[in-house]
């Protein structure tokens, strides 16, 4: 199991032809690194593994597994490892694979992960592009976003900056965001909680929920579904709702303008065949 001293955080570069990789980062001034094969009673896995290349050096770490040329493979011959890494909080990581899941643990600096097919866990990164097919869970992103899954589902705990989400299949979920957010689906609810920013939130089919807007402007688009908008305490409102099919249900206070202190937020709301709802939140 190879062990390197790196007393700052470190770069990452991760290739699989198929594996599963898991990052932890802590407060720690070396970095280890195991590469086992996923199945051991699999010859493609151990094989895989034992030739799996491991590079330390000028502060980056460098692991490669590749399907080997000169191995006569059958379909079910999978050539997957795993993949454990220990490293310092604030690492880098890049990582790339055919097919597989990607861990992390702890806080981690500025990511790219990109699998094939595979589920994601992060759970803390600073910018952040994300894209699999499968699903994808976030506790928290410090920085610009963009996470996509082709089929799944998506739930960010936390966006600390601008972000782009996209889902072809499946609920997109957001709990909270400090900067503008666009979430678009094909096929799926969206959901987004409390919204600093800016929000544009469409689905073809789905409902789309933002639990508590504060300032900028919401844009709340579904073909088929209902969409449901609430507002924080304190926020005025410029209203632009539209269903086709459906009913319009606005329950806030009709004033001739804000008030000098409040928040404004400019509400647009558009579904075919669905409602419309306006609360406090």
């Not at 770069?11 to 407060?27: C, M, Q, R, W």
């Not at 970095?31 to 199945?39: A, G, I």
């Not at 490892?81 to 890049?94: F, H, N």
């Not at 908008?229 to 410029?238: E, F, H, I, S, Y």
Request: hydrophobic share 35%; net charge negative.
């Amino acid at each position: 199991m190879p062990s390197y001293d790196t007393p700052e955080p470190i770069a990452v570069i991760a290739e699989l032809f198929v594996g599963n990789l898991t990052v932890h980062a802590s407060d720690r001034h070396t970095t280890v690194v195991e590469v086992v094969p996923t199945d051991p009673d699999d010859d493609s896995n151990v094989r895989a593994a034992e030739q799996a290349r491991v590079e330390f050096a000028d502060g980056e770490l460098h692991i490669r597994s590749t399907r080997l040329r000169n191995w006569i493979s059958w379909s079910n011959k999978t050539w997957s490892v795993d993949v454990t890494i220990e490293l310092p909080t604030g690492s880098a990581v890049r990582s790339s694979a055919s097919m597989g899941d990607v861990v992390t643990t702890g806080t981690l600096g500025d990511c790219q992960v990109k699998s094939g097919t595979g589920r994601l866990r992060l759970e803390h990164t600073g910018a952040l592009r994300a894209r699999t097919v499968g699903d994808i869970g976030i506790g928290r992103i410090d920085g610009t976003a963009e996470v996509s899954t082709g089929s799944g589902a998506i739930r960010i705990g936390t966006l600390g900056g601008n972000a782009t989400v996209k889902n072809s299949n499946g609920t997109t979920e957001v709990d909270s965001v400090t900067g503008d957010v666009q979430v678009r689906s094909s096929n799926g609810d969206v959901s987004v909680g409390d919204a600093g920013g800016d929000v544009q939130a469409r689905t073809s089919a789905g409902s789309v929920r933002v639990a508590r807007a504060i300032r900028g402007r919401i844009d709340a688009e579904t073909g088929f579904g209902n969409v449901r908008v609430g507002l924080a305490d304190g926020t005025a409102a410029k209203l632009d709702l539209e269903t086709k099919f459906g009913r319009i249900d606005n329950t806030l206070d009709s004033t001739a303008g804000p008030a000098p202190s409040d928040e404004v937020v400019t509400v647009r709301c558009r579904t075919s065949y669905g409602d419309i709802t306006l609360r406090r939140a």
